[in-house]
């Protein structure tokens, strides 16, 4: 019974991951534990990420290319509602929200942003969405730089990850005292690949029912949808705060995993990083985005290295360059080749949006 | 005040500079089954969209039970009862023919994203019930058998079956069809009519587009018929067959 | 205030043409190119290759030692590049695509991949500096109400006399209505015996040669950077928002506004100190006209998808 629902392709995408992670271990004799872990906690949220992106892609056909600001969003609200020092000054904030409560309204910020955004841009054509979702997520950067006295500008927020990790479990320390690794990370990316399960287990309950087939319905054909007395519209908006506030949990566990925030971080080049993993996953699929997540940023990861030989001469920002050389091929070859990605099904692709 | 289910009243359209549908009056009766006839060109397909919400008239209004519907958006003309079928079938390719049908007569508290979360008994309750409403109109219509076939596997002929039964599970007030028989075969043609003969004496106000005189001519109550745009002939089938502007309409003037 | 409007003018010609170019190659072929900024850059860092030393640290072209060929020239060189790029592009890979039936949206998302990997070819290859073409400083003067350096103003005029002729040519020649023919079906027009392939071709050189020259423009009166398009883009979209996507009017025009409106932004009480931010209220006036007004103020109305 089990064995007909795994199909070739979902063999090939385990296989894959697989060996990527074996890579890891191949080409680094030492500190492979320490390397893993940092790999697989960006993975589970930059997977996270794109799982939300393909709630608007790949159910919706949705184009958006501001997602940055979504985590952003939901990374800025949380933070700021909970203990806290920002600033130039390093201005403490003692008072705040519990974690909890305060991840749960940062959720909820971004779903509204999405809510935001795509009230004038969704009832127009597709193209007109990408731009507002690019120009969005520029002014989200602008004013997280200049508005220092609430965001902490470009000094940003620190002193925030212990209202996370003091609900650490203990079993953690065991582990990293043996593992050599920081308990603080495995504790985010443990978070990260929960949420994951959770995000996902909700989505599979989502897309089998009524709403899921509405949302599908709407995919198909908008104007049939309407004949039939739904509000297409409302719809899609309805998707796009789902994938908004699932991309803000996203920024959260990012913003834990770096420690400290501030107004470089939620920049297009990361929305670009989440759209080639979301590609390379397979866009439309539930679970793809964790295969993609994972054999992205291998190859992201390791390629840095080969870079390093290749250009001498390069400074540190050009050589991270290379790396979105890389994020900008991937993505080409991708959409013109294999659309579908690693888990995909042709037929399922609606890249025909006019 | 009147028995006018729908009331047009004049209702313009152009696009740039060239008239699509210019109608001073028409009104349609509860009940009646109307059929729509002309020319190709002649704007009939631009007269649905009007007055369903899917185009902007230039100026001109719509009524449905004596409420203004002109330029409403098109989702909430179709919950007021009026639905319609198109030209060109919107079936849901990627969806099976059940999936078609429990979408089309899902009400919109039954889809909310709330209740699909919560998947409480009062909704599998309703979902089954829908269920066996779908399993009776795929059998009136012969399509059963492609209940869990997606939609694109379908015949031309099964898609216009499909999109009659989408419409249909609403259980609407007002049916406005779009060119039913178009690229249907004879027999299944036959089988489409009667159907529509059915449901017309089941008391739904029914407004028909055809190209196929044959069919018009057997089942309409009413024929109007619209060239360029304007309304040329309104009557029982006999006056209409016989009537000349409508056969100059179709022929052309005897001096071109 | 004054002075502002003339840093608008300036800005927005610049924006202008840009639009044109996109909003022609849109109109043909009705893709949204966002690598339409790295064409733009390209504009400048060509002639900065052909007129000065590069100043980077990567790879075989240190090899070259500095052109330093004359100005003018190298802007033209520069300009021939662009077209010679946009060409390959649609012959190589947009035109593939298109005889393949690739849809609308893959294409949108194949420019903005190809964006990135350009735009980080030029990090790699021009570096992150901000560098200057090779061009001595000028004091400003008093042209009509504003102040501007000599260049700076005859940039100004330059831009003008483009747009005009770009104009001109579309409205009058047969290219130009050729152009249109396509846009509105490729069907009918090969069947009147427009090559639509060739069209197509021609309105890619033409668009991406325009657009460099809106990089030289831009590079002339600020600088060149790798990311300069990138910066630019935003700006271009909201003017063709601005003046009505599809319409080559409407872009001159809507970037025209823009240009101004981010420069006059910078005068405004509540950007006190927060001169960065100018491209923000641009934007954000785009989004707004997206919610009241989506087909600009010289678009056609669009249906709901």
Redesign the interface.
Known sequence: MILKKISLRFIFALFATLFSIYLVFLLNSEGAPRILLNLLTFAGIYGLSAIGLNVHFGWT?L?N?GHASFMGIGAYVTLLLMPHAAGREGVVVTTGLPFIAALTLGIIAAALFGLL?G???I??????L???T???A??FR??V??LESITGGVYGIINYTENFQKYRPSFIDNFSDNLDFSPSQAWVCLAAWVSILFTIL?LK??SN??????L??VR??????????????WLKL?SFMLGAGIAGLSGVLLAFNYGSLESTVFI?LLT?YV?AIM?LGGVGTITGPIFGSIIFWVIISETDRFAYLL?E???G??LA??R??L???????L??FR?SGLLGKK??L????? | MSNNLISVKNLKKSFGGLKAVDVHELLFKKGQLTSIIGPNGAGKTTFFDLISGFQNSDSGKVYLNEKDISNSQPYKIARMGMVRTFQLTKVFDRMTVMENLLFSGSNIDNDSFLNSILKLNSQKLYENNLKDKANEIMNDLNIAHMSNSYARELSGGQKKLLELARAIINEPEILLLDEPLAGVNPKLAEDILSLIKKLSESGITILMVEHNIEAVMKISERIVVLAEGSLIADGEPNEIRTDTNVIEAYLGKDDE | MLDQLGNGLLLGIIISVASVALSLLYGVTRIVNFAHGEIIALGAIATLFFSSPLDYRVLFLEKFSPLGLNFAISCFLAIIICGLFGGLLEVLLFRPLRKNEVGNIAVLVVTIGLSIFVRHLYLLFASGRVQNFPLELQRRQTYLFFDMTPRNFKVLIAGIIVMLIVGLLLTYTRLGKAMRAVRDSEELSSVSGINSDNIILLTWIASSMLAGLAGIFQATINDVRWNMGFLILLLIFAGTVLGGIGTSFGAMVGGLMIGILVQVSVGLPFMEGHVEAKNAVALGIMILILLFRPQGLFGKKERIS
């Open positions: 056909g184009l290319f955004l009230l004038p841009a009832r127009l054509r597709g193209d007109y990408a731009i507002v690019i120009a969005a520029e002014i602008l004013l730089r200049d909700f309950r989502l029912s009524p709403w899921g087939r509405a599908r319905a198909e054909d908008e104007d049939a949808v309407r004949a039939m007395g739904k509000n297409a519209v309805q297009p670009f759209w590609i250009f001469n390069a400074n920002q050009q360059g290379v979105f050389l994020v900008g091929i991937l993505i080409m070859f959409m013109i659309p037929e399922e609606l890249l025909d949006v006019k």
